[in-house]
Each structure stands twice: as structure tokens, then as C-alpha cells.
């Protein structure tokens, strides 16, 4: 940043948690492979693109579209059981995650986490890494009625920080999330994770980087 130079900054931000502020997603990746093995099926790698990012209703869709008979609550149980497994060994944080979420708040930046997962998953994960006396709100899948997608998350998720979506950034790295977040409004930041951005995740958003600290950069010179 140039000497003397007033950066401007949203008022928010909103951060996915999977594959964005923790290298989580990949636990994902690995465990519904092997819990459709366990219960008789071969898992597509469409299956896996689909899911990322996305829960609630669209999830379950999207298991019983290619697992036609599976116990749905006993296929998504195993997998959170697996995921969970892995990260009581290893939780392990994405590279500037913690950099950023601390900058924005000194910066007086309100910060919210939307994620797919499980509430509390997502509060034992930020309390773990130490960051969830950062956070201001979370918000997770089972709270809103259409996944992502849909922008419903993110436009929640700014209201429960008292903001309108355009004073928002929102910080993705799944196709869905970043399709989500650029349907709501808010200047969407991607960091890809497992997946490569698709032409409407390019439209979609405003900046997209290979880590948060890369993208923490351009904030902090008033790029983004």
C-alpha cells in the first residue's frame, strides 16, 4: 500500500470453512468414496462435484440421485463420522486464514462463517484453530432452506451481521460456493481448493487467488 493512501474495505466478511479456511474438503473427498464402497455402490466423480460445497435438501438429492436405495441419514452420518475422525487427528488451517480473519477484525471488519456443515462441527473447528473469537455469526446448511448454489446462505448471513450483501465479501473455494456467493451480491473472493474455477465462477468473481494470503494482499492495497 502506498504511503498515505485510505484503503477502503467492505464492511463484512464471510468466509465458507471446508476447503477455504481449512484444508478440510479433501476429508470430504475421501470419505464418501469409501462409505458408498461400504454400502455397495461405486462413487462418480460427477457425485463429487456436485456435493462440493452443497448440503441440505440438494445434498440428499444429490445421494439418492446416484445411490438409488441407500438410507440416506446412515450414508451422510458415515461420512461426517470418517470426516470427523480425520480432523481430531490433523485440523489442519489454510495458509493466511488466520492472517486475514485477524485483519479484518483489528480493521473493525464484521466476520461470519457459512458453511455446509454441521454447526457443531464448524464451532469445534474454529475453536480448535482459535479463531472463532473472531467470528461475529455462523451460519450453517440446515438453517436455510436452499443450498448453495442458491445465495441463500450468504444473504443470511450478512443479515445477521446487520449488513447488506454489497457491503460483504465472501470468500469461497467450491464452483457451488462461488456461484452462491456471486448470486447474493457480494464481492465474491475465490481461493480454488481441489476443484479449478469454471467460465461462471471467472463472470462471478471479483479476484481469484491460489492462497487467503494472496488475496489478504490486494485487500490491504485496496485492489479488491
Not at 51 to 61: D, E, F, H, T, V
Not at 149 to 170: H, N, Q, R, W
Not at 178 to 204: F, Q, Y
Amino acid at each position: 500500500m502506498l504511503p498515505g493512501k485510505e484503503v477502503y474495505m467492505k464492511k463484512g466478511a464471510i468466509f465458507d470453512m471446508d476447503g477455504l479456511l481449512f484444508d478440510t474438503q479433501r476429508y470430504f473427498d475421501q470419505s464418501w468414496p469409501q462409505v458408498a464402497a461400504e454400502m455397495g455402490y461405486e462413487c462418480p466423480d460427477e457425485f463429487m462435484k456436485e456435493l462440493a460445497g452443497s448440503s441440505g435438501r440438494q445434498m440428499r438429492m444429490s445421494i439418492e440421485k446416484y445411490f438409488p436405495g441407500v438410507d440416506y441419514v446412515k450414508f451422510l452420518d458415515r461420512g461426517h463420522e470418517l470426516v470427523q475422525e480425520k480432523t481430531d487427528r490433523e485440523l489442519p488451517v489454510k495458509p493466511g486464514a488466520e492472517e486475514l480473519v485477524k485483519y479484518f477484525f483489528e480493521n473493525g471488519v464484521k466476520i461470519a462463517v457459512a458453511s455446509g456443515n454441521r454447526r457443531e462441527v464448524v464451532e469445534s473447528n474454529l475453536r480448535k484453530a482459535g479463531l472463532m473469537k473472531y467470528v461475529d455469526a455462523v451460519i450453517c446448511g440446515a438453517e436455510v432452506s436452499n443450498a448453495k448454489p442458491d445465495p441463500e446462505i450468504f444473504v443470511t448471513a450478512a443479515k445477521m451481521l446487520g449488513l447488506k450483501s454489497e457491503e460483504c465479501y465472501v470468500f469461497e473455494d467450491s464452483l457451488n460456493g462461488v456461484h452462491a456467493g456471486g448470486a447474493s451480491g457480494s464481492t465474491t473472493i475465490m481461493v480454488p481448493d481441489l476443484r479449478e474455477p469454471d467460465e461462471k465462477c471467472k463472470e462471478a468473481a471479483a479476484g481469484i487467488y491460489q492462497t487467503l494470503t494472496e488475496a489478504m494482499e490486494d485487500i490491504r492495497d485496496g485492489k479488491i
